[in-house]
């Protein structure tokens, strides 16, 4: 069965740190795997993923998928307050359909 | 305002009883896809739209169901409600069914927050 797991499932740090979340998944048919930030409401895209090894940049946050080894890494790094959120991992096949994991509960502490 | 409408944004209703959640996709979007997000679970893909065509299924209960209409938006049907169904239900649109997500992912809406008492 297609599954997407996260770790940690929560993260407590202090603003001014580096974190990295982790993503790995086990999908047939692999087409791409996404990074959302998820606050109060709607998750919100971060980042798409399709090959492996190149990096993909926002500001400061960053991320890179590993196809052979099935999983992704999300940084973010000098956090602040503002981070703080659910971060969901979701994989998307070429059936059209997207699984996404737990998710990781980040707080970032002044 | 992500473009992807959902109505109602809250809803309170006993057990046992039938509701319509609605969904208009964001502008040129023919997909359109459910999702069900529990109390501490990730999101739970429930169906998908493509054209007013069901697409692909997921863990959606036989007493769920979900239809797109020809003017693209989608309702989501859930009856006989229990406790366990409460939860928030988004709803997701892309662009088409053979670029599902093209270089954004999925549009999410706002979320209907389901409450079953």
């Known amino acids: 069965e297609d599954k997407v797991v996260q770790s940690p499932l929560s993260l407590v740090v202090h603003e001014g740190d580096t974190v990295t979340l982790n993503c790995s998944y086990e999908?047939?048919?692999?087409?791409?795997l996404l990074w959302y930030k998820q606050e109060k409401k709607a998750p919100t895209f971060l980042f798409m993923l399709?090959?492996?090894?190149i990096e993909k940049k926002s500001g400061r946050l960053s991320s890179i998928l590993d196809k052979k080894e099935l999983f992704s890494i999300l940084n973010i790094t000098a956090t602040q307050t503002g981070d703080s959120a659910v971060y969901l991992c979701?994989?998307?096949?070429?059936?059209?359909?997207?699984?996404f994991g737990a998710g990781t509960r980040l707080t970032v502490k002044p | 305002d992500s473009g992807v409408t959902q109505t109602p944004k809250h809803l309170i209703t006993a057990t046992g009883q039938r509701v319509t959640l609605r969904c208009s996709p964001r502008?040129?979007?023919?997909?359109v896809y459910w999702y069900q997000q529990s109390l501490d679970q990730g999101l739970q893909f429930l169906i998908q739209y493509y054209n007013g065509e069901e697409r692909a299924k997921g863990n959606i209960l036989e007493r769920f169901s979900a239809q797109q209409f020809p003017d693209l938006h989608s309702e989501l049907n859930l009856s006989s409600l229990e406790l366990g169904d409460s939860a928030l239900y988004f709803c997701?649109?892309?662009?088409?069914?053979?670029?599902?997500?093209?270089?954004?992912?999925?549009?999410f809406g706002s979320g209907t927050r389901l409450t079953v008492v």
């Open positions: 999908v047939t048919n692999f087409r791409s």
């Open positions: 979701a994989v998307g096949s070429q059936t059209n359909d997207m699984r």
């Open positions: 502008s040129g979007d023919l997909s």
């Open positions: 997701a649109s892309s662009g088409t069914g053979t670029v599902p997500f093209g270089d954004y992912g999925y549009t």
């Open positions: 399709t090959s492996s090894g």
